[in-house]
Each structure stands twice: as structure tokens, then as C-alpha cells.
Nanobody, 112 residues
Framework: VQLQASGGGLVQAGGSLRLSCTASGISFSLNRMGWYRQVPGKQREFVASNLGGATGYADSVKGRFTISRDNTKNTLYLQMNSLKPEDTAVYYC????????WGQGTQVTVSS
């Protein structure tokens, strides 16, 4: 299983980023996929999930983040708007619940 997240970067508060995650080695279209994030010294936390038309979000990102997917490309997306400094973290994708495979993640840094 390979999960490659990309699209992170440095952005000012209020800005936007779009993350992508390309998966291989799994039946992507059949799996609920999700985004997670981790800050050094803290546990990895759930951000958003998607399976077909059903989506779910952590309260902290609801109304600001949108998860989507393209099953033809085995790719998961996370559109992040109105970013806040507390969104700073390394973002990962995985199945929901997590399969144990995480990939490298992508760093998102939001400056105030």
C-alpha cells in the first residue's frame, strides 16, 4: 500500500490550500478514505472522511474544509479554506478507520 500526500505549504491565516493524496495497492473506490493531521508531541487526529457521497468532518474544520475524491485517479482531495494557525500540522491520508499505512504526509503551515 502506498499513500502519497502532496499540496502542503506555507500560507497566511485566511488563505487556502488544496491537498491531494494518491493511493495504490488498495481498492480505493471501495474504501472510506480520510484525512488526518498530526502536530509534534500530539496524537494524530481525524480531519475528514469520504465514501461515495457520504462525508464527515471534525468539528474544528467543519464549514472550512471540503473532502472529495476521484476514483478514476485513485486520488483523495482536501480543499482547505479560511485556514487558521491551529491548522498547522502534517496531513496524512489513510482509510477510515486507519489501516496502519500512512505515507509521508504533507506539511501545512499557517502563519498568523
Amino acid at each position: 500500500v502506498q499513500l502519497q500526500a502532496s499540496g502542503g505549504g506555507l500560507v497566511q491565516a485566511g488563505g487556502s490550500l488544496r491537498l491531494s493524496c494518491t493511493a495504490s495497492g488498495i481498492s480505493f473506490s471501495l474504501n472510506r478514505m480520510g484525512w488526518y493531521r498530526q502536530v509534534p508531541g500530539k496524537q494524530r487526529e481525524f480531519v475528514a472522511s469520504n465514501l461515495g457521497g457520504a462525508t464527515g468532518y471534525a468539528d474544528s474544520v467543519k464549514g472550512r474544509f471540503t473532502i472529495s475524491r476521484d476514483n478514476t485517479k485513485n486520488t483523495l482531495y482536501l480543499q482547505m479554506n479560511s485556514l487558521k494557525p491551529e491548522d498547522t500540522a502534517v496531513y496524512y491520508c489513510s482509510t477510515v478507520p486507519p489501516s496502519g499505512f500512512w505515507g509521508q504526509g504533507t506539511q501545512v503551515t499557517v502563519s498568523s
